[in-house]
């Protein structure tokens, strides 16, 4: 009997071991990082933030083209129809067919919920690059 006792004793310490070796193991891997999207509603608010060039930002903001290139821009030049002025964030391969802008002699305007990356580095003072990824 006592041997009995000892190999069922044995035999749940070695299951317990191997419990705690499987639950150690799950321990070192590492759960992916959710990635939190920051939005902006102005070009102002992206130069302040300086995201890094990679970096997926949202933005909702107005937008204006200037030669069928959309840019997210806080200030427009005067001019029929309105341009951008800078700083400003040009946005490469915005899908036009999604948004409801308005058409002024082949130049378009409207607001934008959208999300980026940015493809250049923040210019405070010219024209940053970003890429359209999807909308939000």
């Known amino acids: 009997m006592k041997a009995k006792t000892l190999t069922f004793a044995a035999a749940l310490i070695a299951a317990i071991c191997l419990l705690l070796a499987g639950c150690a193991e799950g321990t070192d891997k590492q759960q992916p990082e959710q990635q939190t999207i920051q939005t902006y509603t102005s070009v102002a608010s992206v130069i ?7 970096k997926e930002i949202r933005i909702k903001a107005g937008i204006l083209t200037k030669d069928g290139i959309p840019f997210v821009t806080d200030v ?10 800078r700083p400003n964030i040009a946005i490469y391969g915005l899908p036009f067919d999604k948004f409801n802008f308005t058409e002024t002699k082949g130049e378009y305007s409207g607001a934008v919920d959208i999300i980026v990356k940015l493809t250049s ?12 990824v999807r909308l939000p």
Do not use: H, L, M
């Open 121 to 132: 580095a923040i210019d405070p003072d010219g024209t940053t690059k970003a890429e359209f």
């Open 48 to 54: 302040k933030a300086n995201p890094p060039v990679g």
């Open 76 to 85: 427009s030049i005067d001019t029929y129809p309105a341009q951008p002025d």
